[in-house]
């Protein structure tokens, strides 16, 4: 017994003797001859990445300017002052409704019974904002509104490559 204890003894010792010790904190990377050529390529990988990366230094970023502070204070009113003070939510009553610009109309297509004014489809008798569809001619359209107001969109030719060909 004590004869298997000698041995066990002694081959660890033996084991620990072949460890390298390392003092401060490393990585090892040990590596073996394999004929597997994915294991080589991550061997490979491995040491690539190994060397110490750098990054950008404390003192840059300590320098650079905080987006979120404002430097300025916002103005007061002073109280001798001739500036009116904003309203408040809800002083003025009816809120006024701001004002749409809607884009010009523009023909842009015409096929067959049906033309593309403005990005939208529509047909002979269809309504678009204060008008309606009168009239489909080969390059041109009519739109009729109140009070007799009338009002031709032409196609404009945009692209002189296409050509579109009409039987």
Known sequence: MTKYLLIGFMSM???????PAVSSPSITVMTQ????KELVWVDEQILA???????IPDGYI????????????????KSGSNLLAPPKLGSM????QPKVIEEPLRLLAIMNKSVLISG????VGQS?????????????????GKKDQKLILFLHKQNNNIKIITK
């Open 120 to 123: 939208k489809w529509y047909k």
């Open 128 to 144: 678009i904002r204060n008008f309606t569809l009168a009239e489909i001619k080969s390059n041109s359209v009519l739109l009729t």
């Open 49 to 55: 990445i190994l060397p110490a990366r750098v990054g």
């Open 33 to 36: 001859p394999n004929t597997d």
């Open 13 to 19: 010792m033996i084991l620990h003797a072949a460890v």
């Open 62 to 77: 300590n320098s650079l300017r905080d987006p979120m502070k404002m430097k300025k204070a916002l103005p007061t009113l």
């Open 93 to 96: 009553g009816i809120l006024a």
